[in-house]
């Protein structure tokens, strides 16, 4: 495999991206770069990458930080266990690590929401241990280069990959190839269009030789998307609205959102059922569609002007102009946009 290797590191020895976390040895800024960029764009993530380590510049920072603080910087980014196992992990750094980031392998996977993805990037990058990591990227030009047929979410999949990634491994060199090869499936050999004639591979790649590179990779399942009909009530006494914090399993853990009614089907909200309010005027308030990864939300807001704002526990009132001090969902902060309850137009 030396020639394979030889191949992706000179490349990317010319061709990395001048990004910061290349710039550092530091586990935690390293950390923080992965979670932020697992299911995110380079382009999308630096900025998070930037407040994240100016705000809170080393691990205690973050540690010591309130989660809505936490839950705040990370507005938009989707995803939010990352940013509650991020805020977790850094407590058990502090608690059972002194403050030191663990600098092995196992150390690394015991952090909250760490898999052998995380650990391997961590423990190759910084501290030269020989962990292949196996992400979307390296499945797709593993795959490709030996034409494997092999579904990527199968057991069998994940299995035969992680042990070829393991043989393919430059174990005196891990960090760079592993960050070559990751390289070169995010900027060289992409889903839909690979740029073949630039890869340092072409010259040995199984699907190149046989045309095949978009038979590949292989997955067996489709993900399955629920659709969901949801109706907020944007409840406002002439100042105030109210808000809830989300809490249990599903989506949005943390975030704040306002109270709903949820439907079968698109416009089932029957404006009777928001009598309980005591409403003097209900103004529709336009929708939008939310696209999540196992979900589409079809989403009606309601202004519902009342008197006087009745909460249940889980309730808190907040003015208007105050709203985006929360951690919001994205969902919200594009109705806040175009809301003419909060000064759209
Ligand atoms: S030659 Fe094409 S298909 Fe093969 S690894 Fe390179 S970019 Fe991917």
Redesign the pocket.
Known sequence: MADFTTLIQGWFRRNQRDLPWRHTNDPYKIWLSEVILQQTRVDQGLNYYLNFTTKFPTVFDLANAAEDEVLNLWQGLGYYSRARNLHASAKQVVVDFDGVFPNNYEGIKSLKGVGDYTASAISSICFGLPHAVVDGNVY??LS??LEISTPIDSTQGKKDFAEIADKFLDVHNPGDHNQALME?GAL???PKN???ET????GS?S??SSKT?LNFPVKAKKTKVVKRYLNYLVLFDGKNTVIQKRVGKGIWQGLYDFPFIEKEKLNGLELSELNQYEPIEIIQDGQLKHVLSHQELYVSFWIVKVVKLNLDESQITVPIAAIETFPLPQLLIRYIQQSRLFGAD
């Not at 890869?199 to 072409?202: A, E, N, T, Y």
């Open positions: 797709r030009v490709r280069y070169i060289i050999c992409l690979p740029s073949c890869c340092p591979l072409v790649c699907a190149f590179q």
